[in-house]
């Protein structure tokens, strides 16, 4: 995850030495890369080049994406609601409440990636600029979904294409419903002669086995922070400010902790610079609020290794918790990330 920095003396080891044992092959920066949010069950492909940011308001998760010369837009706003929600008292509520004072030119049903709902399309000053708004708006298992561009008006018509490529990508993840059971064909009962003098046998109890669970809870003493680990983890190593685990199918998780130099954001950006000059290819690169928390949620790959973080400030030294092994191991690992990363939290 870390490498020594050219520029600023982080002293830090480089991550590469869990990786030695893979054959490393330079690869040029990727190109559009998929942001998957499992936490509120849905994906969208966003361009390589594009700022993200991800924020947590109450029980709101907001996606946000911006083009390098910030004239596009894209939003995601992923919202707890009650199976009694519509689309239209939707629409009436985010109206009402992000973007007052809309003008609202067209409302139709509307159909994205065969997700039922309804489109709109808006003017609206934000900033004090004229923009266009194009948003999509849908209720799914809970979720309510908007899904909306922003373009400025001078531009929405060579630009507004752009944006939508991304949106028209949303798609939800699929659900994890509960096992359908056996279909059984009925057969006429049969009729057999009583054999005298055969025991009958009792039918024998099922084997229950309990599950076992499948996160247990790390504290970091050093940095006052704690966060979930994925059971079948063993420490391997560990030195002053580094451990490494690992488990059955030889992902390792790196744990570390820096002293603090300037700001966290600071620290990050020198981090993500340094990746990216050791020649590796950075996949994603955003920001998110976490029980309060500020984490820099990032990954990157090497030739065949992946890399998956989450960083945050702790008490005097800054924190970070990431996963490695191979690229064909990366849902794994990003389901292992994720889960460590939106459970950090601080603790006295």
């Known amino acids: 995850m870390l490498f020594c920095s050219k520029r600023k003396n982080y002293a830090l080891k480089s991550i590469l030495v869990i990786a030695m044992i893979v054959v490393f092959s330079l690869s040029a920066f990727a190109g559009d890369n998929w942001v998957t949010d499992r936490q509120m069950n ?9 700022q993200r940011n991800r924020v947590v308001e109450g029980t709101d998760v907001i996606h946000a994406f911006l083009s390098p010369d910030q004239n596009v837009a ?3 706003r992923a919202i707890a609601a009650n199976a009694s929600l519509s689309v239209d008292s939707l629409i009436q509520i985010f109206e009402q409440n992000i973007i007052k004072g809309a003008q609202r030119l067209l409302i139709d049903n509307y159909s994205l990636n065969s997700i039922p709902g309804k489109v709109c399309g808006y003017k609206w000053l934000y900033n004090n600029v004229p923009v266009g708004l194009a948003i999509f708006y849908t209720v799914q298992e809970n979720i309510a979904y908007v899904v909306w561009t922003i373009v400025p008006q001078n531009l ?12 028209n ?6 659900q994890k419903g509960a096992a359908k059971p056996a279909v059984t064909t009925a057969k006429k009962p049969v009729k057999s002669t009583p054999q005298p003098n055969k025991p009958v046998e009792k039918p024998s109890k099922p084997v229950v086995s309990k599950p076992s669970a499948k996160f247990f809870d790390l504290v970091s003493d050093d940095a006052k922070i704690t966060h979930k680990v994925p059971t079948g983890f063993e420490l391997v190593e560990k030195e ?5 685990w690992k488990n059955d199918s030889a992902i ?3 744990i570390q902790t820096i002293v603090k130099q300037g700001t966290f954001e600071g620290f990050v950006d020198g981090m993500v ?3 990216k000059d050791n020649g590796a290819t950075v996949l994603n690169n955003m920001y998110t609020i976490e ?20 960083a945050t400030s702790g008490t005097g030294v800054n924190y970070l918790v990431g996963f490695v092994g191979t690229m064909d191991q990366k849902d794994l690992i990003d389901n292992y990330s994720e889960e460590a990363n939106l459970s950090l939290k601080a603790v006295k």
Not at 42 to 50: D, E, Q, S
Not at 156 to 167: F, K, L, V
């Open 42 to 50: 849905f994906k969208i492909k966003i361009p390589g080049n594009y």
């Open 74 to 76: 894209v939003r995601i």
């Open 156 to 167: 929405y018509q060579q630009r507004i294409a752009e944006g939508d490529a991304i949106t």
């Open 169 to 174: 990508t949303f798609t939800l993840l699929k």
């Open 240 to 244: 002053e400010g580094q451990s490494i």
């Open 252 to 254: 390792k998780m790196v």
């Open 273 to 275: 610079a340094d990746i």
């Open 291 to 310: 029980n309060g928390l500020k984490v820099a949620n990032y990954s990157y790959k090497y030739g065949d290794a992946y890399f998956s973080y989450g």
